[in-house]
C-alpha cells in the first residue's frame, strides 16, 4: 500500500501543477493575451508622446516670437493688418 501512494501523490501533484499552468492565474494564455495588450498600450504611448512633442514644441514657438502668433491668428481666427485685403481662394 505503501508503495502506491508515493506515486499517486506525485501524480496528483503533477496533474494539479499542470492545470495551475494552463488554467490557473499565471497561465500560458492570460500571459499571452497580458503580452498583447502590452505591446497595444505601449504604442498607444508612443502615439500619445508623439502629440505631447508636437504640442510642447508648437508652445515653445508660441513663447519664443510674434510670427507663430500672427500665423496662428490668421489661419484659425481670420486676422487682417490695417491697409489689408484679405482675399480667399475657395477651390
Do not use: C, F
Not at 499517486?8 to 499552468?21: G, N
Not at 500571459?31 to 505601449?42: H, I, N, P, S, Y
Not at 513663447?63 to 475657395?90: D, F, H, S, T
Amino acid at each position: 500500500m505503501g508503495q502506491r501512494l508515493v506515486p499517486a501523490i506525485l501524480i496528483t501533484l503533477l496533474v494539479v501543477l499542470h492545470a495551475q499552468l494552463w488554467l490557473g492565474r499565471g497561465s500560458v494564455p492570460k500571459v499571452a493575451q497580458m503580452a498583447a495588450q502590452l505591446d497595444t498600450q505601449k504604442q498607444k504611448n508612443a502615439q500619445a508622446q508623439l502629440a505631447n512633442d508636437r504640442l510642447a514644441a508648437e508652445v515653445q514657438d508660441l513663447k519664443e516670437g510674434l510670427a507663430m502668433v500672427e500665423e496662428k491668428a490668421r489661419l484659425e481666427l481670420g486676422m487682417v493688418k490695417p491697409n489689408e485685403i484679405y482675399v480667399q481662394i475657395a477651390k
